[in-house]
Structures are given as C-alpha cells and as structure tokens.
C-alpha cells in the first residue's frame, strides 16, 4: 500500500492504496464518488467518463499510480456550482430534454458532452455535428438524439 494525494472535485484527498488500483475503485470504493459508473472495465462504453485537468477520460482504465498529486479530478457529483449550487448548463438541458431513460450512462455522457464542448470553445469554434462523432460513450437505451438535442442546447448557454 502507499499513498497517492490528488485534488477530486476542487478538494485534495489522499488515499492509501495498491499503486495499480484503478482511479474507478479509488473514487467508488474509497471515496464514495458513486458518479462515475462501472460498465466494462476496458475504456470502451464510457460509463465513467470524468475529467482529468478538464479534459475527458476514463477511470476505470487509469491505475492511481498514474495520477499526480497536481491532477485535478472532476466527477458529475463537481459539476455543478459549489457556490450557489445551480446545475451546470449541460445537466439542466438534460433536464430540459428528457434524456436520461435507465439513467447509468447519463453522467458519464454529460461529462464527455462538457468536455466536447470545451475543447472546440479551445479550438475557438462551436461544436458541429462532426464533433458528435467524437461522443463514444454507449447508452443502451438509444437516447442519442435527445443527448445530441441537449449538448446543442446546452453548448449555447456555456
């Protein structure tokens, strides 16, 4: 065991762990971050998408080791704002357009949609629909126009 410290939703934490634990089982079972979803383990579905220095990535394929006591670790439970407590533009369109069916894949798809967004904002352009081909994460219940709907939506207001 040893530990590894990173900052997980705008507060530092420390775990002590095995170094090839995977981040997913550090924020579900050790952190009680239960946002992120397990799905396959393998970085394919993306049911637990988060975001890595504001940029999208998939837990359950990074070891803790990897993780840098620099590394700033957002989860759907960090999205929203800490200060008034309003839902992050991206949850109220999915609000807004019915998304969610089961739900499961839900916050890991809203978090890949806010990074999507932010990268072409960094690119200084607005998302297209080729960017939507970018989107990989699966939603068994086929909600793909709906989130597709919201992200437009959404995109507008960030």
Not at 17 to 26: I, K
Not at 94 to 112: E, F, K, N, R, S
Not at 122 to 141: M, Q, Y
Request: charged share 25%; with cysteine.
């Amino acid at each position: 065991m040893s530990q590894h410290t990173f900052v997980l939703n705008g507060e530092k934490v420390t775990v002590d762990t095995e170094a090839d634990t995977r981040l997913l089982w550090v924020l579900r079972d050790l952190l009680g971050i239960t946002g992120p979803k397990y799905g396959c383990g393998l970085d394919v579905c993306k049911a637990c998408t988060s975001h890595i220095n504001g940029k999208a990535f998939n837990p359950c394929s990074v070891p803790i080791s990897k993780i840098k006591a620099t590394d700033e670790i957002t989860t759907i439970e960090g999205l929203a704002d800490k200060k008034t407590g309003d839902l992050h533009p991206m949850q109220e369109a999915w609000l807004d357009y019915d998304v969610a069916q089961c739900g499961y894949c839900q916050p890991g798809q809203i978090m890949a949609a806010v990074a999507l967004v932010k990268k072409a904002r960094r690119e200084g352009r607005e998302i297209t629909d080729e960017d939507f081909d970018d989107l990989r994460n699966i939603c068994r219940c086929g909600t793909y126009f709906r989130i597709r709907e919201a992200v437009k939506a959404a995109a507008a207001k960030m």
